[in-house]
């Protein structure tokens, strides 16, 4: 018989099993920041040198910007179940573990490369990729092999025997000219969402900068005609591009940092699915319903975030811009819109000439007319000179060979009865002060300064024409499937939160071909009700971590001069980029430009060279995860000598590859690094870790200095490695510190003090003009003009192609995909302006 059961109990060592499982022996910080725009300090707890388990590091709120301001402690915890588990990666079968090299790629070095005498084409059965099997060797072996093959493969392509074999291989002929006779230009680097690791990953784009210096070797040029590698893009290649931003605002995307929700009093949340893809800051929609903010989800299926919305409009998908341009018709039919908004901050008011369907110029109207100097926050750069450094420029900057573009357009001021200039520099109150009160609507007849009288009409009155006669609610609603009620409702809803809607576009509608039409519509929708450039009424794009011009000393690193390295760690630094930009695009349609009958569509700087050697890091995107994926490895990709990537995750790219190198996880980091983020206000550094490397792995950065040294033992030039000196000298924060002296938002703050905060699982703020950032802020707040022709909002596109396209209105053209209607057809009664070039 037990009498106290409790005192009797057996021996309970076995209960410190329990008690164990979450003991530690110590813990560590690093940054997982993959291309979810989020990026979260976490803390790992180790045991028995085993990463056993990550939470968040509850140091969000005590970020703090270089004046002592502080975040909230709402940020905390931030971090999201993926994060969680990236346990599993570090250890998972996948790692890629040591350096691989395909074996026909290896013997076709080995034996010196042999070649096609007609086109150099390598011969097929070494290039059997996908089918071929890897030999791990030791790494500095790999390095010397991509070396041998970048060195040949820009000897082979230089010159005009290289122009020959490429022109043999069936290249565009465009195309081989616009290598320039050099064959680094044939060698093309892409390091995948690059602003993930301003250190790691843009060090590709350094790499490809850095081969000048073999065109110097291969083709015996100086520097000055040296030319670097091609680099590929990401952001628009990944279709997180809205293509219409550039078109109305001029920069590359307009965006609002999440957190702003709150201070909407609507918010649009549209194709985006905000809870589910913005895990750690999923919140703040959901706090901002408790504070009273309406929340009106527009979406093709019944998303995680629409159960979070007190509206849901589902729409046809590809019909954005109808949607869109129904919100404006009801807008301006039921005089909603504000009228003052609309003339002081976009070109609405704008003349358009009836005959060429160009808008109308100052200078075609008044004789004599002089073209007012630009000087409201801008600044004509003489010819020659070059512009200043990020942080010291003040405004914006425009090259001399370009102020012809930036000239005084015209309005019709109602006071007056007669056409008036109106100046790029005046926009809001310096708009004010010219006294001039434009016409929306009429059809005015101008004379010229040549004496010819021609009709004209503003911007707003063609669009609201259009708008009347195509796309009422009812016609909207037989597009997009959504109710009539819905449109007119959300529309009144809009212009009730005037200044006050906040506009999250998801990537979703930038899959369809007519998605700069949907950015233009949606801008429109937002400048009638002035919910531009406001902490709560803004447009905002949400995809990728593009905004690298938030780490505008980026170039100090990516774009050193290679010919003038500088190898003091304090010293200035000589900024020269060697390389030349394409878009993936070309290369994922199987290496070919547009040409249509005789006329050659891709032209200029945007024609691709032949691709003959890649190298992709941080990137799934182009090869496993490609659009026309087919095509591309097995019709495009034999036509190219040498892939090499860098993974620390076998994808399905490396299964295509030439060369894999097994790189460090963020959980094993040996260099510190950094990034920041379009969605939140924070700098934040990759602290270097002490987890032992479990598997052979080295840094993305050791590989390209791995490279490096082997060009300059087969050159003879020690400066392939002087360009990685502080690489090998394990003092990446110098290039670091580099790029923070350099950059805006940046300026102030010290490597080593980021990367102690980061390791105690604290960031920093950046120091951004407002909290949170808000784009347009200057434009409304301090008449500041934008980035365009006219310094306003722009919805009319006066460029030939534009007009020749159909597209110089903000119309509806149905998309050319999942659509069971007419392709592509531009959906609209006859128009006055509408003249596209229509097929024969
Ligand atoms: S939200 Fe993104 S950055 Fe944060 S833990 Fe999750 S996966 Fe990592």
Request: one cysteine or more; hydrophobic letters at 40%; charged letters at 25%.
């Amino acid at each position: 018989r037990v009498a106290n059961p409790l005192a009797e109990y057996p021996n309970r060592d076995w209960e410190r099993l329990y008690r164990d499982i979450f003991r530690h022996d110590r813990t560590f910080t690093f940054l997982c920041a993959p291309n979810d725009t989020h990026n979260c300090l976490l803390r790992a707890f180790v045991k028995n040198n085993v990463l056993v388990r990550i939470e968040p590091t509850y140091g969000y709120g005590k970020a703090t910007d270089l004046s002592g301001r502080r975040a909230s402690p709402r940020w905390d915890p931030r971090c999201c179940q993926k994060g969680l588990v990236l346990g599993r990666r570090l250890y998972g079968d996948r790692r890629v573990k040591g350096a691989f090299v395909r074996r026909g790629f290896k013997e076709w070095v080995e034996r010196g490369f042999p070649r096609d005498p007609v086109t150099g084409r390598a011969p097929a059965e070494l290039m059997r990729r996908g089918w071929d099997s890897f030999v791990r060797v030791p790494y500095e072996e790999a390095y010397a092999l991509h070396a041998r093959a970048l060195e040949n493969i820009a000897r082979t392509y230089s010159g005009p025997q290289g122009a020959r074999y490429l022109l043999a291989q069936g290249y565009d002929p465009a195309m081989v000219e616009a290598a320039g006779g050099s064959g680094v230009r044939t060698i093309k680097v892409r390091g995948g969402m690059a602003k993930l690791g301003v250190t790691r990953i843009v060090g590709t784009y350094r790499f490809g900068n850095m081969l000048a210096l073999l065109d110097a070797h291969v083709r015996g040029v100086g520097p000055d005609q040296a030319l670097g590698a091609g680099f590929w893009d990401s952001y628009s290649w990944h279709t997180d591009l809205p293509p219409g931003h550039p078109m109305v605002h001029g920069d590359q995307t307009s965006d609002w940092e999440l957190f702003a929700a709150e201070h909407a009093g609507l918010v649009l949340v549209w194709g985006m699915n905000w809870i589910t893809t913005k895990m750690p800051d999923s919140h703040w929609l959901t706090e901002a319903r408790l504070k009273g903010t309406r929340v009106v989800v527009i979406t093709v299926e019944y998303s995680a975030t629409a159960n979070k919305g007190d509206e849901v409009i589902v729409i046809r998908p590809g019909t954005d811009p109808a949607f869109a341009l129904g919100l404006a018709q009801v807008i301006i039919r039921e005089r909603l819109y504000d009228a003052a908004f609309v003339k002081r901050y976009t070109d609405l008011p704008r003349l358009v000439r009836l005959d060429t369907l160009e808008p109308l110029l100052a200078r075609d109207v008044f004789p004599g007319h002089r073209e007012a100097p630009l000087g409201n926050w801008t600044r004509v750069l003489a010819r020659g000179e070059s512009a200043p450094p990020a942080p010291a420029q003040d405004g914006m900057l425009i090259p001399e060979a370009l102020r012809d573009e930036f000239v005084d357009f015209v309005v019709w001021d109602t006071r007056t009865g007669r056409p008036a200039p109106v100046s790029r520099d005046q926009v809001g109150e310096h708009f004010d002060r010219t006294g001039l009160d434009p016409a929306l609507e009429g059809t005015f007849e101008v004379r010229l300064a040549d004496g010819r009288p021609v009709p004209a009409r503003p911007v707003f009155d063609l669009t609201r024409q259009y708008l009347d006669e195509t796309m009422t609610p009812e016609t909207v609603s037989k597009i997009t499937w959504a109710p009539t009620e819905a449109i007119v409702g959300l529309a009144r809803e809009i212009a009730r939160h005037g200044g006050r809607t906040l506009f999250a576009m998801g990537m979703g509608p930038n899959q369809f071909f007519n998605n700069d039409l949907k950015d233009r519509a949606i801008f429109l929708v937002a400048a009638l009700t002035g919910s531009i450039g406001r902490m709560g009424g803004n447009v905002g794009s949400y995809a990728g971590n593009y905004r690298t011009s938030l780490l505008s000393g980026v170039p100090r690193f990516a774009a050193e001069d290679p010919f003038n390295i500088q190898l003091g760690a304090a010293g200035p630094v000589a900024v020269r980029s060697t390389m030349r930009y394409e878009s993936l695009h070309y290369y994922a349609a199987g290496e070919v430009i547009h040409r249509a009958g005789d006329k050659q569509f891709t032209a200029g700087a945007h024609v691709p060279t032949p691709t003959k050697a890649i190298w992709l890091t941080n990137s799934n995107s182009q090869i496993a995860n490609t659009k026309y994926h087919y095509d591309v490895v097995f019709n495009t990709l034999p036509r190219q000598e040498c892939l090499a990537i860098n993974e620390w995750w076998w994808s399905g790219s490396c299964e295509y590859a030439d060369i894999v190198y097994g790189v460090d996880s963020w959980m094993g980091l040996k260099y510190p690094d950094m990034t920041a983020s379009n969605t939140n206000p924070f700098v934040q550094v990759f602290p270097r870790t002490p987890l032992r490397r479990n598997f052979p792995t080295v840094s993305d950065l050791d590989t390209y200095a791995g490279v490096a040294a082997a060009l300059a033992r087969l050159t003879g030039d020690g400066r392939f490695d002087d360009y990685w000196k502080f690489v090998r000298d394990n003092r990446v924060d110098v290039y670091l510190q580099r790029i923070i002296d350099g950059s805006a938002p940046l300026r102030g703050y010290n490597i080593a003090d980021l990367e102690a905060r980061a390791a105690d699982g604290v960031p920093a703020l950046m120091n951004t003009r407002t909290y949170p950032r808000t784009f347009s802020w200057e434009q409304v707040h301090e008449s500041k003009p934008w980035y365009t022709k006219t310094g306003r909002l722009e919805f009319y596109r006066g460029e030939r192609e534009f007009i020749e396209a159909g597209e110089n209105m903000v119309v509806y053209r149905e998309p050319v995909d999942s659509t069971f209607y007419d392709p592509n057809v531009i959906v609209a009664r006859p128009h006055p302006a509408l003249r596209p070039v229509a097929p024969e």
